[in-house]
């Protein structure tokens, strides 16, 4: 079975550029969830949708980021502009079930991100 | 008080040792709690879930919880040098899962 799909696997742009971060959850699962991982901060969740609908974005670290869930099977997460203090791994995770379901997250690869 | 708490290490055991990673977690309401490896440059695996008090085995892994004392481990038999990982302790409440820190793991040859 396929798992959870991430795309680009690896971003280097200049600082001001426009960054999207492509994830397709595993088929079936009804949560999605974005993380960013840096070394000093460790895994952050930045937002997570449940049937498509984002219910909290609370994680999102300012306006520069967004997130969209247009389908069941595609999300994207945007930066823009992007500056050099979002360089992270962004991970993409999803999961099955209803709110207080015990099913676990399931990660994509990530996708690596530079701003130089 | 973070609401998961992990020690950082590095642990370091020697191989065939037996492995012992503690977590804690400050929310009562949680109702899932879960082990994740992550080796360097990859992205979390889930190895083990647990979800009432007492322990739960897969294999050479054993997960524990403690409710009451809102303390979840995960004991690794035989650790072997492919083991050496961050092991990250993660706890459900709701819709939201809160990732602890994570604890690095090294196994000697």
């Known amino acids: 079975d396929a798992g959870v799909i991430q795309s680009p696997r690896h971003e280097v742009t200049e600082m001001g550029q426009e960054v999207t971060l492509r994830c397709k959850p595993i088929s079936g699962h009804n949560s999605l969830f974005w993380y960013r991982q840096t070394m000093m901060r460790g895994l952050e969740l930045l937002i997570y949708f449940n049937n498509n609908v984002p219910i909290d974005d609370s994680g999102m670290p300012e306006d520069r980021f967004s997130a969209k869930m247009p389908n069941a099977s595609f999300s994207t997460l945007k930066i823009q502009p992007s500056e050099p203090r979002d360089s992270a791994v962004y991970f993409c995770?999803?999961?099955?079930?209803?709110?207080?379901?015990?099913?676990?997250?399931?990660f994509g690869d990530g996708t690596r991100l530079s701003i130089l | 008080q973070k609401e998961v708490e992990q020690n950082s290490g590095p642990l370091s055991v020697p191989e065939g040792a037996i492995a012992s990673l503690n977590c804690t977690y400050s929310d009562r309401g949680s109702q899932s709690f879960f082990w994740y490896r992550q080796y360097s440059g990859k992205s979390p695996e889930l190895i083990m879930s647990i979800y009432s008090n007492g322990d739960k085995e897969d294999g050479r892994f054993t997960a524990q919880l403690n409710k009451a004392s809102q303390y979840v481990s995960l004991l690794i038999r035989d650790s072997q040098p492919s083991d050496s990982a961050t092991y990250l302790c993660?706890?459900?409440?709701?819709?939201?899962?809160?990732f602890g820190a994570g604890t690095r793991l090294f196994v000697k040859a």
């Open positions: 995770a999803s999961s099955a079930g209803q709110q207080y379901s015990n099913q676990p997250q399931h």
């Open positions: 993660a706890v459900k409440r709701g819709f939201k899962t809160i």
